[in-house]
């Protein structure tokens, strides 16, 4: 027994130092969503990384982003969002139970993901402090930035910084960056039609930026036009 006392000491030690770290990246990370509940993030993890990727093409290259306030974005674009990204926006608590078994259900059918399921607060957690890679150690931690958001901010704050922080295009960011890059107006001024072909560019802006007449943009457009007009929006 006096062989292993040592080891299991050892194991102790190493345990106790795992769970003071895992502690201390929870508190750096409720540090963040604490400050942002008044302070408006200019700069998030996604941001950051498609800098560097811009930036290996050519050095002098920037982002386009500059944050407005909630009332300065068309009603228009808030619905058309909450239609395209989270239809249950208002009614769940940072996680769409519902919605994550239907993108199961859909993609055990097509067998290949196709739907993540993700919620709108989910999402801006993933894109403030995260990286895009799919393991179950960044889902979870996704998951628990997710509930400190749904705890201290409000839904139209989570929406305003959603909105002010998505990823849009190739280097574009938020939607005044993305309301002049496609259409040359503020993020005000967007009506239905373009706020729903924004919002269907959303799971692949990149993408979409790079081939702007696909069909099926045209198509989910058309579809997030019918059904953004009977959304609420905070």
Do not use: C
Request: cysteine-free; glycine content about 6%; overall charge positive.
């Amino acid at each position: 027994m006096s062989r292993l006392a040592a080891p299991l000491r050892m194991l102790g030690w190493l345990g106790a130092l795992a769970l003071v770290v895992l502690l201390a990246i929870q508190l750096w990370f409720l540090g963040w969503v604490t400050f942002w509940t008044w302070q408006n993030p200019q700069r998030t993890a996604f941001m950051a990384r498609e800098l560097v990727r811009l930036r290996a093409a050519d050095p002098r290259a920037t982002l386009q982003h500059q944050w407005v306030s909630y009332d300065r974005i068309a009603p228009a674009l808030k619905r058309a969002v909450i239609a395209a990204e989270d239809a249950r926006f208002l009614a769940h608590d940072g996680v769409d139970w519902e919605a994550l078994g239907k993108a199961y259900d859909d993609n055990q059918k097509r067998g290949r993901i196709v739907h993540g399921g993700s919620t709108i607060s989910q999402q801006l957690a993933k894109n403030l402090l995260l990286s895009p890679q799919r393991s179950l150690p960044r889902k979870a931690q996704e998951l628990l930035i997710t509930w400190m958001i749904e705890a201290l901010w409000s839904k139209r704050r989570i929406l305003e910084v959603y909105l002010n922080v998505a990823e849009w295009g190739v280097g574009v960011f938020g939607a005044e960056a993305a309301a002049r890059h496609y259409y040359g107006i503020p993020a005000a001024q967007l009506g239905p039609e373009a706020s729903a072909r924004l919002a269907a560019m959303l799971p692949r802006p990149r993408y979409f930026d790079r081939n702007r007449g696909v069909p099926f943009l045209d198509e989910r457009a058309d579809s997030i036009l019918r059904t953004a007009p009977q959304v609420v929006i905070p």
